[in-house]
């Protein structure tokens, strides 16, 4: 399964944290809007979130976020996926409405 994360800008790790959603791997991309470019980072690391602009880094945005691990990947026909972090273009409001659309 993919999961979804909701991060802040200025989230540095998400020990504490649960994901928002769980979801298969085509779904999670096709409602996240995301492509093999907007890959982050592996599994094994946190992604960057902060940008160096002290205006936006500031703004408390919130990114909406997928990780999915080696195993999901594995099994996923489209080898240009690998497993670790997305960043989806989306706004939370963007993807809550393509959720609404396309229920579990």
Request: charged share 30%; with cysteine; aromatic share 12%.
């Amino acid at each position: 399964m993919a999961e979804i994360w909701y991060l802040p800008i200025d989230t540095e790790s998400i020990e504490g944290m649960e994901a928002q959603y769980e979801r298969n791997l085509r779904d999670a991309i096709e409602l996240l809007e995301i492509t093999p470019l907007k890959w982050q980072c592996g599994t094994d690391e946190f992604p960057v979130l902060k940008t160096g602009d002290p205006i936006v880094d500031d703004s408390g945005y919130v990114y909406v976020m997928m990780r999915v691990g080696g195993d999901e990947m594995a099994a996923y026909e489209d080898k240009r996926w690998k497993p670790g972090w997305y960043k989806s273009s989306l706004t939370i409001i963007g993807f809550e409405k393509n959720l609404r659309k396309k229920p579990k």
